[in-house]
């Protein structure tokens, strides 16, 4: 067994591989996993991911995706993984999209999460959490969900042959999301609340029933997560960019992706990490308040809004994480408007080919925002055009097709003759 601990961020209280646990018993703070990274070869990284592409999947433990990387994941080499071939997802050079938000040299690229099989970046991080809760023989697994994680967890516990239960908050889930749960084998439960209400019940259904939770408060989720950290700087040569810019819902994923860029940094892989750039809606930002502010803790919101429902949490689990990613990289956290979201959503689509769910437009609403504010003079945490910036986009056009609907064209009806057909066409030519 790979040698590492389960920390409390706050008060460094350690606890047992075997025990469940989720925060700390002692002061309630986030748990992290620790390795003994002197025990990590660089090498075998680096090395173990090129072999994971050259595998071969007849030999049965062929390394893919996110499990390229086990040399820096939570597992004995002989663990079987739970997995559906998540992770190596497309990293694209974004010329047009560039000159939409304002940066001069094309150096703009998007990290496509979107097309991990269950369409949402939440498949790196339940692969290594339904794989943990394998290890630990529980009896279930459960989440809160706006959407995505339902998703994900119906998918992956259906793999592992687990019973899978999932709260919804009412009418608040795009109907895509919501699908994927059901046919899975989920059984849903649809909550009169919103996302904190759902998460504060499974949490405490999960130590009271003896199920496993699944939110990213859970640390082995965030560990699958910090994965596309890896693939980014393997596209670059083993190099990060300046720049990561992401939507922040429940704030794991901004955490996620930062722990692995400080573990290639503290490796020697890499000799940079990132500044972490997170984006909120205007209606649901207590981390871009809380940094603006200068505080440690946020003031949760108790009335989260916004068009963009994978990030519509107004009391983020894993605020704490992201506020010290963001400061410790020397980004930035902004908000943007539901007008701003939608724009980047369609300029992504029209620009580069790129379809994605409102929340993964955020980051890049977000990007040109922070281009427009860094005109003329840099200030601190402003960004400056010549940067190399990633941009992810975290769920798939698909999981909100009812919004696409909404913001498009309605279709032109026409009768089914070439000359009618040709005057609606050459309208406006």
Request: hydrophobic share 40%; proline share 4%.
């Amino acid at each position: 067994m790979k040698e590492y601990e389960v920390r409390c961020i706050k008060c460094g209280a350690r606890f047992a591989k075997e025990e469940v646990v989720y925060t700390c018993r002692h002061c309630g703070g986030l748990l992290e996993i620790k390795y003994d990274y002197s025990e990590i070869d660089a090498e075998r990284v680096v090395k173990g991911a090129v072999r994971g592409v050259e595998g071969k999947a007849s030999e049965g433990k062929a390394r893919r995706g996110v499990w390229r990387f086990r040399e820096l994941l939570p597992f004995a080499e002989e663990t079987a993984p739970v997995t559906i071939n998540e992770g190596e997802t497309p990293l694209y050079r974004c010329e047009r999209l560039a000159e939409f938000v304002g940066l001069e040299t094309g150096e703009l690229w998007v990290k496509h999460e979107g097309l991990n099989p269950s369409g949402s970046f939440k498949d790196r991080g339940m692969t290594v959490g339904v794989t943990k809760a394998v290890e630990l023989g529980v009896r279930g697994v459960a989440c809160a969900s706006t959407g995505n994680t339902s998703a994900s967890l119906a998918i992956f516990a259906a793999r592992a042959g687990l019973p899978c239960y999932v709260l919804l908050p009412r009418g608040k889930v795009a109907l895509g999301k919501v699908a994927q749960a059901v046919i899975h084998g989920a059984r849903v439960f649809s909550l009169r609340g919103n996302f904190d209400d759902a998460l504060r019940v499974v949490r405490a259904l999960c130590e009271e029933e003896r199920l496993y939770l699944l939110n990213s408060v859970n640390p082995y989720r965030l560990e699958g997560q910090k994965t596309l950290a890896f693939e980014v700087a393997e596209a670059f040569g083993w190099q990060a960019p300046d720049r990561v810019v992401l939507p922040v819902g429940n704030a794991g994923n901004i955490s996620a992706i930062f722990k692995g860029f400080v573990e290639l940094k503290r490796l020697g892989i890499t000799d940079s990490v990132p500044k972490m750039t997170g984006i909120q809606a205007e209606g649901a930002k207590p981390v871009v308040r809380a940094f603006k502010e200068g505080r440690a803790e946020i003031v949760p919101e108790e009335k989260p809004e916004t068009i963009a429902s994978a990030i519509r949490i107004g009391d983020p689990v894993n605020a704490a994480k992201a506020l010290q990613a963001i400061r410790d990289s020397d980004g930035v956290a902004e908000a943007v408007t539901d007008e701003e979201i939608t724009e980047a959503q369609v300029a992504l689509a029209r620009l580069e080919g790129i379809g994605v769910e409102p929340a993964s437009a955020a980051s890049v609403a977000g990007l040109k925002k922070l281009v427009a504010e860094g005109e003329g003079e840099i200030e601190e945490g402003e960004i400056e055009k010549g940067e190399r910036v990633v941009c992810v986009t975290t769920g798939h056009l698909l999981k909100d097709p009812e919004r696409v609907i909404k913001i498009c064209e309605v279709p032109t009806e026409v009768d089914a003759e070439v000359d009618a057909v040709r005057r609606q066409l050459l309208k406006g030519v």
